[in-house]
């Protein structure tokens, strides 16, 4: 089974308009930790937002947040008010457990904003 | 800007040669992990370090690769008697913190094997 499933795998947005990506993971560990990072096409992992599952609150940074819904581990990412900028392509990941350094990614949604 | 490098951005080879790639993290990061992404697919875990320590390796590492981490600093990938299916981005990542994990990743090596 996927430890991370992104069901989009594209995605157009109008510029300007808010975008939620879709992530939800799975997992039996309590402690785990979600991430998304934004890939363009230059190729570099672009680290955008954090969420601990411990976490009480939703993680925000900037334009970005993280909709955490624990119960349905689900994860998705909110992007406000979208620049073309913002094309790119998107992954979840997760880090299980409080001693495993790895991260586990999903396969990703690419992002197109139309002017 | 000194984040996380690596050496070369491109390298094209024939199959049966042996290539090294170098990855140079952030300097006060501890920890430095490889990733391997082929097209269309999220990055894989490979290995990690902890200073000079390898501490894990993926299933996917192969006899055939090798990394290394020498002094806890830059750290190497080599493979031997490449094939077709090693051409991929090979993604080196650095962090400094265990429990918040956030890894701030290099440009990548693209491998073209012929």
């Known amino acids: 089974a996927q430890k991370i499933t992104q069901t989009q795998p594209g995605m157009f947005v109008q510029e300007k308009e808010a975008v939620t990506l879709d992530c939800t993971y799975d997992?039996?560990?309590?402690?785990?930790?979600l991430f998304w990072y934004k890939q363009p096409s230059s190729g570099e992992m672009i680290f955008l937002i954090y969420q601990g599952s411990y976490d009480q609150q939703n993680a925000t940074e900037g334009r970005y947040s993280l909709n955490f819904q624990k119960a349905r581990k689900s994860a998705n990412l909110v992007i406000s008010a979208s620049q073309l900028g913002d094309s790119a392509m998107y992954f979840c990941a997760m880090r299980e457990g409080p001693r495993d350094d790895k991260i586990i990614f999903g396969k990703g949604t690419r992002l197109h904003i139309l002017p | 800007d000194t984040g996380v490098s690596q050496d070369p951005r491109h390298k094209i080879t024939k199959r049966g040669q042996n290539v090294t790639f170098r990855c140079d993290p952030i300097?006060?990061?501890?920890?430095l992990y490889w990733y391997r992404q082929t097209l269309g697919q999220g990055p894989e875990f490979l290995t990690y370090f902890q200073n000079e320590a390898q501490l894990e390796k993926s299933r996917l590492l192969s006899d055939r690769f090798s990394a290394e981490r020498p002094k806890g600093s830059f750290s190497t990938l080599e493979i031997q008697r490449t094939e077709q299916g090693d051409s991929a981005m090979y993604l080196c990542?650095?962090?400094?913190?265990?429990?918040?994990?956030?890894?701030?990743f290099g440009p990548g090596t693209r491998l073209t094997v012929l």
């Open positions: 300097s006060e990061h501890n920890r």
């Open positions: 997992t039996s560990d309590p402690s785990y930790g």
């Open positions: 990542a650095s962090s400094l913190s265990l429990l918040y994990n956030e890894q701030f």
